[in-house]
């Protein structure tokens, strides 16, 4: 089992940055594939950002420029900066990780949400 422990959400301007965090913990060997999603409400829960254990990155279109995905696998952790924020932007983000396990499980995972809001 793998527990995922959000945090660096909150309310920021137009044009402001943030920074989200992930942390890892429980039966974990290494961490595989790592993203973040986000869903608005009334919408479906979209991928934002994703990175590969080898450090392969994608980002939805709506993001890219402006976010950036990045891991440390020393700690476990996973994290979005994210900049130039807009009020589309607004919305809970969820991380998700696809672990190996100590027992040679697959796991896969989703933290809580942690809620991101941009005023104009």
């Known amino acids: 089992q793998v527990q995922l422990v959000e945090s660096g959400g909150g309310l920021v301007q137009a044009g402001g940055s943030l920074r989200l965090s992930c942390a890892a913990s429980?039966?974990?060997?290494?961490?595989?594939?790592v993203a973040w999603y986000r869903q608005a409400p009334g919408k479906q829960r979209e991928l934002v950002a994703r990175?590969?254990?080898?450090?392969?990155?994608n980002y939805s279109e709506s993001v890219k420029g402006r976010f950036t995905i990045s891991r440390d696998d020393g700690k476990n952790t996973m994290y979005l900066q994210m900049s130039s924020l807009k009020p589309e932007d607004t919305a809970v983000y969820h991380c998700?990780?696809?672990?190996?396990?100590?027992?040679?499980?697959?796991?896969?995972?989703w933290g809580q949400g942690t809620q991101v809001t941009v005023s104009s």
């Open positions: 998700n990780v696809v672990a190996s396990s100590r027992t040679g499980l697959i796991l896969n995972s």
């Open positions: 429980g039966n974990i060997l290494r961490l595989n594939a």
């Open positions: 990175i590969t254990s080898s450090g392969t990155t």
